[in-house]
Structures are given as C-alpha cells and as structure tokens.
C-alpha cells in the first residue's frame, strides 16, 4: 500500500514545523502575557497620560507607644496640607502645593506598581498607609514600615509610598510647626 505523497511530505516535515509548532502554543497558552495580548482592561495606561481630575491622595504613619500620627493629604488640584496628631489627618495644615508635573510623575508612579490591585490591610503597633482616589475610586493599604535606613525597602507598595512621600516632601520641604 503506498501512502498518498502530501501525506509523506507533511510527516517529512513535521519534526522541522515542532519547534514553530512548540512557540505557537506557548504564547497561546500562556494566558495572554506576551506583548500586544493583552485585553484593553489589562493594558497599562499611556506614560504621557495626564492623572485623573479627581487624582488625590493621603499618606502617613504612626502608632507606637506615643500613638502620634503625621502625614500629607494632597487634594486634587495640588495642594498640600501636612497633618499631625492622634490619629490620621488630623490638625490638617497648608504646606505646598505640587506642579502639574509633579503630580503626573505620582500617577505614572502608581499606574506602574498597579496600586488599585495591591491588598495590604495589616496594622501593627507602628502603620503606614496610603490611601489614593482616582476615576472615582478609593483605595486604602496599610503596612507595617520598614526602619528607614536600616532595613532595605522590598515591598512595591512601600516603594510607591516613599516615592509619593519624597515627592511631597519636596513641594512641602518645611511641615507646620506642631
């Protein structure tokens, strides 16, 4: 019996279509993670885009056996009000006010650690937390710090926290007296 010839030459060349075959699959079963695979809900936004109007943000710290609290709220048009006392946002007082500039490096910031997907709900007798609203949304984590200068920041979302922090710092570089 004599196999049909496209028969014998598709098996001829199958062994060297494998590896083609082998890459195919890979990319189509690795759940969409190759570049320009990803649905429109998953894509990251534009570097260049601006932030959300209603992009503002709380940060700070506190706890121990003082139980003081001390932190930043930046609004959503930029300003900068420095708070301190017994508990978060507390004693709110004007310090600054951030650039248009300033607050679009924030949101390229907190679009690249994905912020609205961290989930980090931990208190301790020292916390840190950030709360940001943006799209008419509003996320709060909270963390136990790391000690600043002695142990390395790992965590992603401490890494934003310190960026926005600095950040603010920067507009604010002499908090109220409390």
Request: net charge negative.
């Amino acid at each position: 019996m004599r196999l049909p010839t496209k028969i014998v030459f598709l098996a001829c060349r199958l062994p060297r279509l494998y590896p083609v075959a082998c890459l195919a699959a890979l990319v189509l079963f690795a759940g969409g993670s190759a570049p320009g695979c990803r649905s429109a809900s998953q894509a990251p936004a534009d570097a260049a885009d601006p932030p959300p109007a209603d992009f503002a943000f709380t940060l700070g710290e506190g706890g121990g056996f003082a139980g003081r609290w001390d932190g930043y709220i930046v609004q959503a048009d930029g300003t900068v009000l420095a708070w301190s006392g017994s508990m978060a946002g507390e004693n709110p007082q004007p310090a600054g006010h951030l650039t248009a500039e300033q607050r679009t490096a924030l949101w390229r910031q907190v679009t690249a650690a994905e912020y609205f997907e961290q989930d980090s709900q931990v208190v301790a007798n020292v916390t840190a937390f950030l709360e940001i609203t943006a799209q008419g949304k509003t996320h709060r984590t909270s963390w136990i710090p790391s000690v600043q200068g002695i142990e390395p920041v790992t965590s992603p979302l401490e890494k934003l926290y310190f960026y926005c922090r600095d950040v603010v710092r920067e507009a604010a570089p002499t908090p109220p007296d409390r």
